[in-house]
């Protein structure tokens, strides 16, 4: 059984930074790519960023570049997502997707596992 687990969602003022992480179990994420989604109340489900294994390949959303940074730690079966500069557009509920897939890709489809999100709630 494929379990993602977020944390480290909150409440932060804009400007203001967070760190979220997803830990994987049930098993190895060897290879594979992960990515971040988010979805605002009333609003579809959008890429945030996605990274491939060694970490040579992470493509953002234009909304998010230069302002969040995905990365892994491969041997805690761990990506993190730093996010800084946040807006209060940036408020929604991320969670953190993985399949059995090499290529970060940016479409939700492409993941069949998801973890359960965590909320991020910018005030102006």
């Known amino acids: 059984q494929v379990q993602l687990v977020e944390s480290g969602g909150g409440l932060v003022q804009a400007g203001g930074s967070l760190r979220l992480s997803c830990a994987a179990s049930g098993r190895t994420f060897g290879g594979y790519a992960m990515a971040w989604f988010r979805q605002a109340p009333g609003k579809e489900r959008e890429f945030v960023a996605a990274i491939n294994w060694h970490g040579t390949t992470t493509p953002y959303a234009d909304s998010v570049k230069g302002r969040f940074t995905i990365s892994r730690d491969n041997a805690k079966n761990t990506v993190y997502l730093q996010m800084n500069s946040l807006k209060p557009e940036d408020t929604a509920v991320y969670s953190c997707?993985?399949?059995?897939?090499?290529?970060?890709?940016?479409?939700?489809?492409?993941?069949?596992?998801w973890g359960q999100g965590t909320q991020v709630t910018v005030s102006p």
């Open positions: 997707a993985s399949d059995d897939t090499i290529v970060p890709h940016t479409s939700p489809g492409a993941y069949h596992y």
